[in-house]
């Protein structure tokens, strides 16, 4: 168990539809990262968050947001979803964002579908 | 930008087997470098971390990657593969600029023949 949550587990919905995904990480972790995994395209970083502001963004698309609120968990929100939105998302979190550790700890992630 | 290249998204090896899986890193700048394992349904998991210390890393599961400069490479390897190490590996490379993104490679599956 890597501390880190995230739900739901597995969501299916329609194309156009919107969704939440949530993520609590790990217990003192200020860091939370998104990440997309699907078969074409592998682990896909998509955005970052270090203590509820914005550090880094990968390939998100516009469609996709994220927040980070203030007891640190995080949502990452899909709109007008496409058939090509199903993936797997993790999220990650580790304790900063200036260190160098770079171990990141992983959820089981949220799977979607779109149909 | 920095990157990781997987050889070989799928490798067999029998059981008791070296199991060697290769990832070659590019970066301007020295480079972290990390090896996750990826159990079927589940998040990765860190197995082993290069950060400028020791070159031969050791990690979990009798796991360790050796990293050398000159050949741009952090190969993953284990002396004797069980069962319980079929998975989907994947290397990663971050740099230290102020964030501790990663960006991983394509994975490998590995695969255990009894």
């Known amino acids: 168990d890597s501390g880190v949550t995230q739900t739901p587990k597995h969501l299916i919905t329609a194309t156009g539809q919107r969704v939440t995904l949530r993520c609590s990480p790990r217990?003192?972790?200020?860091?939370v990262y998104w990440y997309q995994q699907s078969l074409d395209q592998g682990l896909q970083f998509l955005i970052q968050y270090y203590n509820g502001e914005e550090r880094a963004k990968g390939n998100i698309l516009e469609r996709f947001s994220a927040q980070q609120f203030p007891d640190l968990h995080s949502e990452l929100n899909l709109s007008s979803l496409e058939l090509g939105d199903s993936a797997l998302y993790f999220c990650?979190?580790?304790?900063?964002?200036?260190?160098?550790?770079?171990?990141?700890?992983f959820g089981e992630g949220s799977r979607l579908t779109v149909l | 930008a920095q990157s990781v290249t997987q050889l070989g998204s799928h490798v067999s090896v029998s059981e008791g087997a070296l199991v060697l899986l290769r990832c070659n890193y590019s970066s301007s700048v020295p480079p972290y470098l990390f090896w996750y394992v990826q159990y079927p349904n589940q998040g990765l998991q860190l197995l082993l971390k290069y950060t400028s210390a020791a070159t031969l890393v050791k990690g979990i599961n009798g796991f360790e990657a050796e990293f050398k400069k000159s050949e741009t490479s952090f190969h993953l390897t284990k002396p004797s593969a069980h069962m319980s190490d079929a998975a989907e590996y994947f290397c990663?490379?971050?740099?230290?600029?102020?964030?501790?993104?990663?960006?991983f490679g394509t994975g490998t599956r590995l695969t255990i023949i009894p």
């Open positions: 990650a979190s580790s304790v900063g964002a200036g260190a160098t550790t770079g171990e990141l700890f």
């Open positions: 990663a490379v971050s740099v230290n600029f102020g964030n501790e993104k990663l960006t």
């Open positions: 217990s003192g972790d200020l860091s």
